[in-house]
């Protein structure tokens, strides 16, 4: 009784069809350059599925649908433009899906792998499967990559380890050069800093490297996504841009955001569609304009961490009506434009902005700040401990606090302290000063150019 069929590398097969093979387990068809079409019906026993480096246009899904299909198998089908998402009543537990390789092997991790270069591969990715997801029916555990498969960009940390390898070559090779390339390592290293927290990757991750084109088909499956990396992006505005139904939400937990040319917006959505969000890092944006919509008044109930750096036309964070009980840090670096935090100039009747659980703030190199908030709101943040300033020359008022358990320590150059205004004794008091030893500070002449010639920041905000 036969259970396996293996017909590789066949130079003219165009279509197959297989119907009525009940005792057949495992099916092969890889390396079959030509085959365009697959018809299997009535394979009740099929266990595993290869038709890598075939010519297969679309699918249909009884192939996926069949009830005992455990593993599938899709590498190197560069002509596949079509995945029956809609029509899914299930996936095997090992699904690959590669358009652009071709691979040789055939181990693959217990989760769902697809590799694709084009947006509308997830085009009729809808409600339906959004439902059977959360159901838990399949596509529990899933790493989705969208990315030409040829591309001059490289991610951040291939950067780092390139630099890496390099500076070890030139250790062994005790080279002249090595003083330049350890100056460089360390700079490159000194962009992320230790106190943010990395990306931390889940059981359904996206990513997304270096695409030009229009994100058509992607609102649904980043409903379900729960970690999201973007790098070298020249497609996206902002993230979000459907239609939510009311009370629907998004399972986002993770978003980091790197080089990202023409988002405008992180988030463009209501925040109560984002209620799983806790960690946001944000690098190298250079139109982003502000965190999130000035109409959002919900909350981002689980945020925990925002790091924004090297963003020159951001003006502005959060609008008030954004509720932040669980934001434990913020780090805003070399964001050149930014003037203001919290607020919106508009919000006249907000009392106090409640940030129970802040813990840290860190800002360094935003020569136009001049409030957290523009109409200097009592700040209730009873958990703050620590504030690092750095360059932040034109900001002469820090927030008044209420209920504070413990005195803020305060880390910044002492001619900027030295020149804060306070509302009253017990506003200054709320804040303990850590400042450097006075032959240390930083040096007056450079201050003063900071402080005056603030149309450099402008000139920049033109690259």
């Known amino acids: 009784m036969v259970e396996e069929i293996r017909l590789e590398k066949h130079p003219t097969l165009v279509s197959f069809m297989l119907i009525h093979a009940p005792y057949i387990r495992r099916l092969s068809l890889r390396g079959c350059r030509n085959l365009e079409s697959v018809e299997l019906k009535n394979l009740?026993?099929?266990?595993?599925?290869?038709?890598?480096?075939?010519?297969?246009?679309?699918?249909?899904?009884?192939?996926?649908?069949?009830?005992?299909?455990?593993?599938?198998?899709?590498?190197?089908?560069?002509?596949?433009?079509?995945?029956?998402?809609?029509?899914?009543?299930?996936?095997?537990?090992?699904?690959?899906?590669?358009?652009?390789?071709?691979?040789?092997?055939?181990?693959?991790?217990?989760?769902?792998?697809?590799?694709?270069?084009?947006?509308?591969?997830?085009?009729?990715?809808?409600?339906?499967?959004?439902?059977?997801?959360?159901?838990?029916?399949?596509?529990?555990?899933?790493?989705?990559?969208?990315?030409?498969?040829?591309?001059?960009?490289?991610?951040?940390?291939?950067v780092e380890?390139?630099?890496?390898?390099?500076?070890?070559?030139?250790?062994?090779?005790?080279?002249?050069?090595?003083?330049?390339?350890?100056s460089c390592n360390a700079e490159v290293n000194s962009v992320t800093s230790p106190l943010t927290?990395?990306?931390?990757?889940?059981?359904?991750?996206?990513?997304?490297?270096?695409?030009?084109?229009?994100?058509?088909?992607?609102?649904?499956?980043?409903?379900?996504?729960?970690?999201?990396?973007?790098?070298?992006?020249?497609?996206?505005?902002?993230?979000?841009?459907?239609?939510?139904?009311?009370?629907?939400?998004?399972?986002?937990?993770?978003?980091?955001?790197?080089?990202?040319?023409?988002?405008?917006?992180?988030?463009?959505?209501?925040?109560?569609?984002?209620?799983?969000?806790?960690?946001?890092h944000a690098c190298n944006l250079k139109r982003l304009v502000t965190f999130c919509t000035r109409y959002c008044t919900s909350s981002f109930s689980s945020l925990e961490r925002m790091h924004l750096e090297y963003c020159p036309r951001l003006e502005q964070m959060v609008p008030h009506g954004i509720k932040l009980p669980c934001l434990q840090t913020i780090d805003i670096m070399f964001c050149y434009n930014l003037k203001t935090i919290f607020n919106y100039e508009d919000s006249n009747d907000i009392i106090s902005y409640q940030l129970p659980g802040l813990q840290r703030i860190r800002l360094q190199e935003l020569p136009l700040l001049q409030h957290f908030d523009y109409n200097n709101t009592t700040i209730v943040a009873p958990m703050w401990k620590e504030l690092h300033i750095r360059g932040c020359w034109s900001l002469r008022r820090l927030p008044r606090l209420q209920d504070q358990l413990k005195m803020v320590k305060v880390s910044g150059e002492r001619s900027w302290w030295n020149k804060l205004q306070w509302d009253s004794p017990s506003h200054c008091k709320s804040y303990e000063p850590k400042l450097p030893p006075a032959f240390a500070s930083f040096d007056k002449r450079v201050e003063k150019y900071c402080t005056h010639n603030l149309s450099f920041c402008n000139l920049l905000l033109a690259y």
């Open 44 to 158: 009740g026993l099929l266990e595993e599925l290869d038709l890598s480096a075939t010519a297969i246009k679309e699918l249909s899904a009884d192939i996926p649908n069949l009830s005992h299909l455990s593993q599938l198998v899709m590498v190197g089908v560069p002509s596949l433009r079509r995945f029956p998402w809609h029509k899914l009543k299930r996936l095997p537990d090992v699904f690959c899906l590669d358009q652009c390789a071709d691979r040789k092997n055939n181990q693959f991790d217990q989760v769902t792998q697809v590799w694709v270069n084009d947006f509308r591969f997830f085009y009729s990715f809808d409600q339906t499967v959004v439902d059977f997801i959360r159901n838990r029916m399949f596509f529990q555990h899933f790493y989705v990559q969208i990315a030409p498969c040829i591309t001059n960009c490289r991610k951040p940390q291939d």
């Open 197 to 280: 927290a990395p990306l931390r990757q889940t059981d359904r991750h996206l990513e997304i490297f270096g695409m030009q084109q229009t994100p058509d088909g992607l609102d649904y499956l980043l409903k379900v996504t729960r970690s999201i990396l973007v790098t070298c992006d020249n497609s996206i505005l902002h993230l979000y841009l459907m239609h939510y139904n009311p009370g629907d939400s998004s399972d986002l937990e993770e978003c980091e955001l790197h080089e990202c040319h023409k988002m405008e917006i992180v988030f463009s959505v209501y925040a109560e569609e984002l209620k799983n969000l806790r960690n946001v």
């Open 161 to 182: 380890l390139m630099l890496h390898n390099k500076l070890q070559e030139m250790v062994q090779k005790n080279s002249t050069y090595l003083d330049v390339y350890s």
